[in-house]
Each structure stands twice: as structure tokens, then as C-alpha cells.
């Protein structure tokens, strides 16, 4: 069983940065894959970034590449997703999940562990 709690959210004006955490219980942290998913109003949640156990591979959404990076502290149990050059259409809800593997996946029926979500508002 893993619990995870999202923190960093916010409003923040186009342009700028922002830095997403997830802390993660438990000892096995470091045997699961993790991710990033977001869903904004009237809209299917999405797929943002993945990161493997060990954090040596990642995945991005083409829309985030280059923008967002997703890193993570197995010691800490905690992700990560640093967020720069935030546009309007970045602003939803963002949710990180969690799956017992070491296979990077966007889709969102494969991850088993979910947290409640963090508003990010991003002005123009």
C-alpha cells in the first residue's frame, strides 16, 4: 500500500516556474514507477511525465518536453516535477501515481496509486 500527498501547487503568471512534490509512504518507494497526470475543467485527465524506480529513464508528454522535468529522491520517498515557462493551457489539476514496476507507461488504467491533486493556475 502506498499513500501519496501532492504539495506546490498554485497561481502563478505565465512565464513562470513552479515545483511539484509527492511524498510517497512506505519502504518500497524505490520499486515503483512514478507519474504525472493532469486534468483541467470539462477535460479527460492526461498523461504529463513518467520516471522509472531508479529515476534513470523518464517520459514526457510531447506538450511538456523541454518545459517540465521530472525527477525524483528515493530517499526522501519523494517526487518531483519542476515546471518552467508555464503557459495558460497548463493550468489543471495535477495528480501523481504510482505502479509497482520498472516500465514506463502514459496510460493512466496502469497505475495503481493515486494522489488527491494539487491546483496549479497559471495567469496570461
Known amino acids: 500500500q502506498v499513500q501519496l500527498v501532492e504539495s506546490g501547487g498554485g497561481l502563478v503568471q505565465a512565464g513562470g516556474s513552479l515545483r511539484l512534490s509527492c511524498a510517497a509512504s512506505g519502504r518500497t518507494f524505490s520499486q515503483y514507477a512514478m507519474g504525472w497526470f493532469r486534468q483541467a475543467p470539462d477535460k479527460e485527465r492526461e498523461f504529463v511525465a513518467a520516471?522509472?524506480?531508479?529515476?534513470?529513464?523518464?517520459l514526457y508528454a510531447d506538450s511538456v518536453k523541454g518545459r517540465f522535468t521530472i525527477s525524483r529522491d528515493n530517499a526522501m520517498n519523494t517526487e518531483y516535477l519542476q515546471m518552467n515557462s508555464l503557459e495558460p493551457e497548463d493550468t489543471a489539476i495535477y495528480y501523481c501515481?504510482?505502479?509497482?514496476?520498472?516500465?514506463?507507461?502514459?496510460?493512466?488504467?496502469?497505475?495503481?496509486?493515486w494522489g488527491q491533486g494539487t491546483q496549479v493556475t497559471v495567469s496570461s
Open positions: 501515481a504510482a505502479r509497482q514496476t520498472w516500465e514506463l507507461t502514459s496510460r493512466s488504467s496502469l497505475y495503481i496509486y
Open positions: 520516471i522509472s524506480p531508479p529515476g534513470g529513464r523518464t
